[in-house]
C-alpha cells in the first residue's frame, strides 16, 4: 500500500537483487510483474506504473495490474489508462485485469499464491531467512577467498631473514597461520553443507524439462559456492605444500652451511696446527713430545671428522630428498670430505715421520748406550784375577756373551741407516750424525777395544804359561749404576804392553765421554754457564710450548663445547651466554703466544742473546694478562656455582684430564709468574754474555707487569667509591699502614696525635690521587674467602705535600693536605717500603711541578 513511499535508491536496490537470482542461471530471462493494486487510486496505479517503468532493470516481458475494485477508481483507472495507454505502451507493456480469475487466462495457477487464487505455497519471511543465509555464506566464501589471496601474496613477497631463529619463528608463524585459516575453511565449508541439506535439491525424475530448468536456483548457487570453496582449499593446500617444503628446505639448508662453516673453520684451525708442528725431532724427548701433541690433535681431528661424517650424511639425506639447492649441498659434502681426508692424511704422515725419527733417534741412542755399557765392561773386569786360565776363560765368555746380546748395535752400520731413514733425515741430523761420522767411530774404538781384550784373554786362556800381568782402569769403588763417568785406578806396575793398553782405553773412553756429552745433555754439573743458558732456554721454550698446547685444549675442549648443540642440555643455565666471564680474555692469550711469541723464543735457538729482546719487544702485548686477572674472581665466583656439573664432568672425561677446569683457568697466572723465575735464571748464567742487559731490563718489565697485576687485582675490590676510579689514573703503589689523623689548621703536634689509637688503612696511590680504604676480610673457607676495601677519603696529589721524616720512629712520615688543614701521620711496616712510597710520592709532585712551569711558560 505504501509502494509509492519507498525511496527511489531503496526501490533501485531491491529490483536490482531480485531480477539478478534468475539472471544468474540464464542471461535473457524475461520477468511478468504483477500489481495488485484493488485497493488502491488510478494516481497510485499511474505512479507505480512510472516507477517501474524508470527503475525496472530486467527484462520486462508483462506487466498486469489489479485495477482498483471500487466504482469510482476503476472508473478513473479505465479512463486513465484509456487515455495513457499509448504512452505506457511506449514504455512497457500493461495489462489491465478487473478481478483475480482474469489473472489465471494469462498465467498457471500452480505459479501463483493463494492470494491471487493459486496453489503455490509460498512464505515470505521464510524465503528472506534463506536467502539471507546464501549471500552471508556467499559473503564469507568471497571474504576466504580474499584471505587466502592476500595470505599467499604475504608468502610469495616476504623476503626471508638470515638467521636460524627468524627463519623458525616466522615458518612457526606462518603454520599457525595457515591452520588458522584451515579451521575458517573447514567451518565454512560445514555452514554451507548445513544450508545445502536445508534446501530441498529438485527431483530431475519427477520433472520436465522445462520445469527442471525453471526450479529453484538457491540449491545450485550454494552448491556452486561449495565447489569454489573446495577449489580453493585444495589449490590452497597444494601452494602451502610447496611453499611449507621450500622453507623446510630454505632453514635446512641455512642450518646446514652454518654446521658446514663452523666445521670447515674448526678443521682449518686444526690444519694450521698440524702444520706448526714440525715432523722431526732432534733428540728423542723432542720426538716423543711431538709424538704425543700430534696424538691430542689426532684425537681431535676424528672427533672432528667424526662430526663432518654425520653431516655428510645429514647432506646426502637432504640430496636424497630432492632439496632445490642439491648442488651446492653436494658441492659442501664434497668439500668436507675432502678437509677431512687431507687433514688425517697430514696427521697420519706427519706421525709415520715422528715415529721414523723416533725410531732412529733411540737407535742412535742405544748404540751409544751400548758404547759405554762396553766400556764399563772393560774397565770393570778384574784383570788381576784374569791371568789363570779359569781367569781369562770367564773374562772371554762374558765379553762373548755382552758382544752377543749387543750385536745388533755394535754392528750397526750408519750408513744402512742412512738409507733406512733416508726421507725423514732432516739436514741437522744429517750433519749431527752423519756427516762427522761420530758414530761410526765409536762404533770402531769400540769393537777395536773388544777386539783387543779378547786377542789378549785367547792367549792367556790357550798358552799354560804364566801370562803377562794386564792393569786395566776400574772404579775405586763400585759404581751403583752404570755410567761411562767412572775414576780410574792404577794396579801396580806393568809392562810395556799394559802401559799401551792402559793409554788406549784412556784415549778411547775419553772420547767416547766426550762424544755423548755433545749429544744428550744429562750432566749438567760439567756444563759450562753457556750450555746451561742454553739449557735454560730450551726449557722456556717447551714450557712455552706445553702452555699453548694446554690453552688451545681449555679452549677446544670447554670453551668451544658451550656452543656445541649436542652438549646444550647438559649445560647449566647459569652458564648461558657467559663464556667470557668464565675464560676471559684467555682466546687473546692464545692468538698472542700461538702466532708470535712463541715462534718470536724458538727463534732464539739460534740467537740465544735474543731472548730478553723478545720480552721487551712484547712488553705491551703482556698488558692483556691484567684484563684476565682483573676477571679472575668473576670467573672463580662462576665456576663455583656450577663446578659439579656434568657439563664440566663430559668435557673433562673427553679430554681425560686429570684435573678440573679450574686448575686449566689458572695456567695464564702460573705463567706469567714462571716467566720472571725463567729470566732470573737465564740471567744468572749470562753475566758475561752478549745481550745481558736486555735480559736485566726484560727481569724488571716482568716484574714490574707482576707488580700492575697485584696491584689492579687490589684495586678491583674496591667498594663504596663514587664516580670513575679509572679517572684517577694508573695505581702505582698499593699498600697496609699505620695512619693517625689530624684535622685542624696550625701546626700538628705529635703528643697529641700519639695518644690515639692509630687507624688500619690501606692505601691505593695513583697519578691523580691518595686514596685511603679499611680492609676487610669476608668470612669463608677456601675460594670463598675473598677481601675487599671500603673507600674512606681521598686526597688529590695537586694538593698534596710530604714530611719525610717525623720524630719517635724512623718507620713514620706525614702527609698533609690544602695547607696543613688535614695531617695525616703514616707509619709503613719498614724503612725501605717508606722510602720506597717517598720515592713514589716525590715523582709525582716533581712531574706536577715540572708541568706548572711549563704551562707559566
Known amino acids: ?25 540464464e542471461s535473457d530471462t524475461k520477468f511478468i510483474l504483477i500489481l495488485d493494486r484493488r485497493l488502491a487510486t488510478w494516481t497510485s496505479v499511474k ?10 532493470p530486467g527484462n520486462l516481458h508483462l506487466v498486469m495490474v489489479l485495477r482498483p475494485t471500487g466504482f469510482f477508481q476503476r472508473t478513473f483507472t479505465d479512463i486513465g489508462f484509456r487515455f495513457s495507454q499509448e504512452d505506457f505502451l511506449l514504455k512497457l507493456p500493461v495489462v489491465m485485469l478487473s478481478s483475480v480469475s482474469d489473472l489465471l487466462t494469462y498465467i498457471d495457477e500452480k505459479q501463483l499464491t493463494p492470494e491471487f487464487g493459486g496453489t503455490l505455497e509460498y512464505c515470505h519471511s521464510e524465503w528472506v531467512i534463506f536467502r539471507t543465509a546464501i549471500e552471508s555464506f556467499a559473503l564469507t566464501v568471497k571474504e576466504i577467498a580474499q584471505m587466502l589471496q592476500t595470505f599467499g601474496m604475504e608468502l610469495a613477497e616476504m623476503e626471508l631473514p638470515e638467521d636460524i631463529y627468524s627463519i623458525e619463528r616466522i615458518l612457526a608463524l606462518r603454520t599457525e597461520k595457515y591452520y588458522q585459516l584451515k579451521e575458517d575453511i573447514t567451518t ?31 540449491w545450485e548457487t550454494v552448491n556452486r559456492l561449495l565447489a569454489q570453496l573446495h577449489e580453493m582449499e585444495t589449490a590452497f593446500d597444494g601452494f602451502w605444500e610447496k611453499h611449507q617444503l621450500k622453507m623446510e628446505q630454505y632453514l635446512q639448508l641455512w642450518k646446514f652451511e652454518q654446521h658446514f662453516q663452523e666445521l670447515s673453520k674448526a678443521i682449518e684451525f686444526l690444519m694450521d696446527q698440524q702444520r706448526q708442528l714440525a715432523d722431526t725431532g732432534d733428540n728423542i724427548a723432542q720426538a716423543k713430545q711431538r709424538l704425543e701433541e700430534l696424538g691430542n690433535l689426532d684425537k681431535t681431528a676424528r672427533d672432528l671428522t667424526g662430526k663432518a661424517q654425520v653431516m655428510i650424511l645429514h647432506g646426502h639425506q637432504l640430496a636424497a630428498n630432492h ?104 739436514p741437522e741430523l744429517k750433519v749431527g750424525y752423519w756427516k762427522s761420522n761420530q758414530i761410526q767411530i765409536k762404533l770402531d ?183 684476565y686477572c682483573q676477571n679472575k674472581p668473576r670467573s672463580e665466583s662462576l665456576w663455583r656455582q656450577c663446578a659439579e656439573s656434568l657439563f664440566f664432568q663430559e668435557c673433562q672425561r673427553k679430554l681425560e684430564h686429570k684435573l678440573g677446569l679450574d686448575s686449566y683457568l689458572l695456567k695464564p697466572v702460573q705463567r706469567l709468574t714462571k716467566y720472571q723465575l725463567l729470566l732470573k735464571e737465564l740471567l744468572k ?35 663504596g667509591y663514587h664516580g670513575d676510579i679509572g679517572e684517577l689514573g694508573k695505581v702505582l703503589m698499593q699498600g697496609s699502614f699505620s695512619v693517625w689523623t689530624g684535622h685542624r689548621k696550625g701546626p700538628t703536634k705529635m703528643k697529641d696525635l700519639a695518644r690515639f689509637k692509630p687507624m688500619q688503612r690501606h692505601l691505593f696511590l695513583y697519578e691523580k690521587a691518595l686514596v685511603f680504604c679499611k680492609k676487610r676480610e669476608d668470612h669463608g673457607d677456601g675460594y670463598d674467602k675473598t677481601s675487599s676495601y671500603s673507600f674512606k677519603n681521598f686526597l688529590k696529589m695537586s694538593a698534596v705535600g710530604i714530611t719525610e721524616n717525623v720524630k719517635g720512629d724512623h718507620r713514620k712520615f706525614e702527609i698533609w693536605y690544602s695547607g696543613r688543614e688535614e695531617v695525616y701521620v703514616v707509619q709503613a711496616q719498614t724503612v725501605d717500603l717508606k722510602m720506597a712510597w717517598l720515592n713514589e710520592i716525590r715523582k ?14
Not at 1 to 19: A, I
Not at 188 to 216: A, H, I, W
Not at 486 to 507: D, I, T
Open 445 to 627: 774404538n769400540v769393537r777395536c777395544m773388544f777386539k783387543n781384550r779378547q786377542a789378549c784373554f785367547r792367549k792367556l786362556a790357550d798358552k799354560q804359561v804364566r801370562p803377562v800381568q794386564l792393569v786395566a782402569p776400574r772404579p775405586e769403588n763400585p759404581p751403583r749404576s752404570k755410567s761411562p763417568l767412572f775414576s780410574p785406578k792404577h794396579a801396580g806396575h806393568g809392562s810395556q804392553c799394559s802401559s799401551k793398553l792402559l793409554l788406549h782405553l784412556r784415549r778411547k773412553l775419553r772420547y767416547i765421554k766426550s762424544s755423548f756429552y755433545g749429544h744428550y745433555n744429562i750432566w749438567f754439573h760439567f756444563l759450562s754457564p753457556e750450555s746451561l743458558s742454553v739449557h735454560v732456554i730450551n726449557e722456556l721454550i717447551e714450557t712455552e710450548r706445553v702452555y699453548v698446547e694446554e690453552l688451545f685444549t681449555v679452549l677446544m675442549g670447554y670453551r668451544a663445547e658451550m656452543d656445541n648443540p649436542s652438549m646444550t642440555f647438559l649445560l647449566p643455565p647459569v652458564l648461558q651466554n657467559c663464556k667470557d666471564v668464565l675464560f676471559g680474555n684467555m682466546p687473546e692469550i692464545y692468538d698472542f703466544h700461538n702466532k708470535t711469541f712463541l715462534h718470536l723464543l724458538e727463534s732464539c735457538l739460534e740467537t740465544p742473546e735474543r731472548v730478553g729482546y723478545c720480552f721487551l719487544e712484547r712488553r705491551e702485548d703482556f698488558q692483556m694478562y691484567e684484563k
Open 47 to 56: 505512479m507505480t506504473l512510472q516507477r517501474i517503468a524508470a527503475s525496472f
Open 323 to 426: 632439496h632445490y639447492a642439491l648442488n651446492l649441498i653436494c658441492q659442501q659434502c664434497n668439500e668436507l670430505r675432502h678437509h677431512s681426508d687431507v687433514l688425517l692424511e697430514e696427521i697420519k704422515r706427519k706421525h709415520n715421520h715422528l715415529q721414523k725419527t723416533l725410531d732412529l733417534l733411540t737407535s742412535l741412542q742405544q748404540a751409544l748406550e751400548c758404547c759405554d755399557e762396553g766400556a764399563y765392561l772393560l774397565a770393570n773386569q778384574p784383570m788381576d784375577k784374569c791371568q789363570s786360565r779359569e781367569g781369562a776363560q770367564k773374562a772371554l765368555q762374558e765379553i762373548e756373551k755382552f758382544l752377543e746380546s749387543s750385536s745388533l748395535y755394535l754392528n750397526a752400520d750408519p750408513q744402512i741407516l742412512s738409507s733406512d731413514f733416508e726421507l725423514i733425515l732432516t
Open 1 to 25: 500500500p505504501h509502494f509509492n513511499q519507498v525511496p527511489q535508491e531503496v526501490l533501485v536496490k531491491v529490483l536490482s537483487y531480485l531480477t539478478r537470482i534468475p539472471s544468474q542461471r
Open 188 to 218: 565454512v565449508t560445514k555452514e554451507g553443507n548445513m544450508l545445502l541439506c536445508s534446501l530441498e535439491e529438485p527431483d530431475t525424475d519427477e520433472l520436465g524439462e522445462e520445469q527442471t530448468q525453471e526450479r529453484s536456483g538457491d
Open 685 to 719: 748464567y749470562s753475566t758475561s754474555c752478549e745481550g745481558v742487559e736486555e735480559l736485566q731490563e726484560a727481569l724488571v718489565a716482568m716484574l714490574d707487569l707482576l707488580k700492575s697485576v697485584n696491584d689492579s687485582m687490589h684495586q678491583i675490590s674496591i667498594t
Open 844 to 857: 709525582i709532585l716533581f712531574k706536577q711541578q715540572e708541568l706548572i712551569k711549563g704551562t707559566c711558560f
